[in-house]
């Protein structure tokens, strides 16, 4: 009788659907059973996420994915196995929305809307919308700096910018130029070979990113130009997370903050020694 009863439940609970959103396993629980930690990553994000002449994933957020490898061996007491997949614009958030992924870490910024689905690490970079312009522009196209008339001129002489779908470019930056050409490109890389063969006369995008292209690219830099000086937003990046990863999410935080991401942090970034010189700036938000 109790064997029946048990298998009507079970039929039961399969039947109607019950929800069992209250058992879902823990992206702690699910790493701890399998032993696999699968985080995303870009490669087309330099310097954060990108391939070396030798195909091999390089990047501070490919390192910093390794360091929440390191800790969480030492929290779970295990080894654990790292698996690095790619991610793109499109489908970083969905892979980790629908759980193929527990973690991306590249260049993505922390917004309110994007924060209804997934959510987000502290931030761990700051960085903001510039404009990557040829040298010989970078006067005239300086929105920060030329007249209300002047960009009045610009304009009308029909400006084309060149940007990326799926950025938060497209939302922030378009009143600066609302009557630019806007076109899609298909990469950052993309981009700045259109800048330079003169078929854009813009590039919006972070500007930590066109540096990096320009560098990955091994481009001549002192025929562009990032202007303004300071960027016209401020960018937080954070770590892509599941929704509801309280746990998951205090150990990623952790990493950030550990002394030993201070010390990864320099080796990219130091102005004067990192392997990617940066000079760090303040949000405009801050005291």
Excluded: H
């Excluded at 048990?6 to 399998?34: C, H, I, M, Q």
């Excluded at 939302?171 to 298909?186: I, L």
């Amino acid at each position: 009788m109790n064997k029946k009863l048990a298998v009507s439940l079970l039929t039961l609970l399969l039947t109607v659907n019950f929800p069992l959103s209250g058992w879902a396993e823990t992206v702690l629980e699910k790493v701890n059973r399998t032993g696999i930690l699968t985080a995303g990553v870009r490669t087309d994000a330099v310097p954060f996420g990108y391939t070396d002449k030798n195909n091999t994933l390089q990047g501070y957020s490919v390192d910093l994915i390794k360091l929440i490898q390191q800790r969480l061996e030492k929290q779970l007491n295990k080894p654990i196995k790292l698996e690095l997949k790619t991610v793109n614009l499109k489908d970083r958030f969905t892979q980790v929305e629908t759980g193929q992924l527990d973690i991306v870490c590249e260049a993505t910024s922390i917004t309110v809307g994007r924060e209804k689905t997934v959510d987000f690490s502290i931030p761990y970079f700051t960085s903001g919308i510039q404009l990557l312009v040829r040298e010989a522009d970078a006067e005239r196209l300086d929105p920060t700096t030329v007249s209300e008339t002047q960009l009045k001129s610009i304009r009308d002489n029909n400006i084309t910018v060149g940007f990326l779908l799926g950025t938060t470019t497209d939302d922030e930056f378009r009143p600066v130029y609302p009557e630019a050409k806007w076109q899609v490109v298909g990469s950052r890389a993309d981009g700045i070979r259109r800048l330079r063969e003169e078929e854009i006369d813009l590039m919006v995008s972070d500007g930590i990113l066109l540096l990096g292209e320009l560098w990955q690219q091994g481009e001549d830099v002192k025929k562009f130009r990032l202007i303004p000086e300071q960027p016209l937003t401020f960018e937080n990046y954070g770590c892509i997370l599941p929704k509801n990863s309280r746990q998951w999410g205090t150990l990623v935080n952790q990493t950030i903050t550990s002394d030993e991401n201070l010390q990864l942090w320099n080796q990219w970034f130091d102005p004067k020694t990192g392997r990617f010189p940066y000079q760090r700036f303040e949000s405009k938000t801050q005291s």
